[in-house]
T-cell receptor
Framework: AQTVTQSQPEMSVQEAETVTLSCTYDTSESDYYLFWYKQPPSRQMILVIRQEAYKQQNATENRFSVNFQKAAKSFSLKISDSQLGDAAMYFCAYTHSGNTPLVFGKGTRLSVIA | DTGVSQNPRHKITKRGQNVTFRCDPISEHNRLYWYRQTLGQGPEFLTYFQNEAQLEKSRLLSDRFSAERPKGSFSTLEIQRTEQGDSAMYLC???????????????FGPGTRLLVL
């Protein structure tokens, strides 16, 4: 069974600084997708960024980028120029191709210090 | 394009009562998923549909849980004879379909928070 591990329960970052959230996963599939979702307190879960396993290029979305290391099964999220609005729970998630259900990590709570 | 909607947003019930939650997916999304999230944890998959067909239901937590999507549009999740351990956030998500751009991406609703007293 696929598993997703987020080893950092909590992280903090100064406003305007950069922070990296870690995620590792375990799968025997070759075709899959990885996601980072953000869940602000008492608010809706929203997609931050996605990565297709067949793509070697790391995905980027404005201040958010990933470091996808397929051989190491690692998928970290880098947030640059952190803003107060980035404070939230961040979940790493995996699905293999075919629109199968997501497998989530336990999340990392990110605090942004003004 | 409206997002995924869920109703009600909050539900308080007494132990032993039945509750039903509704999810309306993004239009044209043919896959719909239900997850449960307890405090401090990541969402846990319960069941999912492709159109009206329920593709997986073995992960429903017990036979007190059931879900349907009768016309391939909205879905309902029912919990019968609720227990205090059922207290959680119930999340719904939808996705378009595999093979199209971003077809595998799941978009989440705001969730229904259930409290069983």
């Amino acid at each position: 069974a696929q598993t997703v591990t987020q080893s950092q329960p909590e992280m903090s970052v100064q406003e305007a600084e950069t922070v990296t959230l870690s995620c590792t996963y375990d799968t025997s599939e070759s075709d899959y997708y990885l996601f980072w979702y953000k869940q602000p307190p008492s608010r809706q879960m929203i997609l931050v960024i996605r990565q297709e396993a067949y793509k070697q290029q790391n995905a980027t979305e404005n201040r958010f980028s990933v470091n996808f290391q397929k051989a190491a099964k690692s998928f970290s999220l880098k947030i640059s120029d952190s803003q107060l609005g980035d404070a939230a729970m961040y979940f790493c998630a995996y699905t293999h191709s075919g629109n199968t259900p997501l497998v989530f990590g336990k999340g990392t709570r990110l605090s942004v210090i003004a | 394009d409206t997002g995924v909607s869920q109703n009600p947003r909050h539900k308080i019930t007494k132990r032993g009562q039945n509750v039903t939650f509704r999810c309306d997916p993004i239009s044209e999304h043919n896959r719909l998923y239900w997850y449960r999230q307890t405090l401090g944890q990541g969402p846990e998959f319960l069941t999912y549909f492709q159109n009206e067909a329920q593709l997986e239901k073995s992960r429903l937590l017990s036979d007190r849980f059931s879900a349907e999507r009768p016309k391939g549009s909205f879905s309902t999740l029912e919990i019968q004879r609720t227990e205090q351990g059922d207290s959680a956030m119930y999340l719904c998500a939808s996705s378009l379909r595999a093979g199209v751009l971003n077809g595998e991406t799941q978009y989440f609703g705001p969730g229904t928070r259930l409290l069983v007293l």
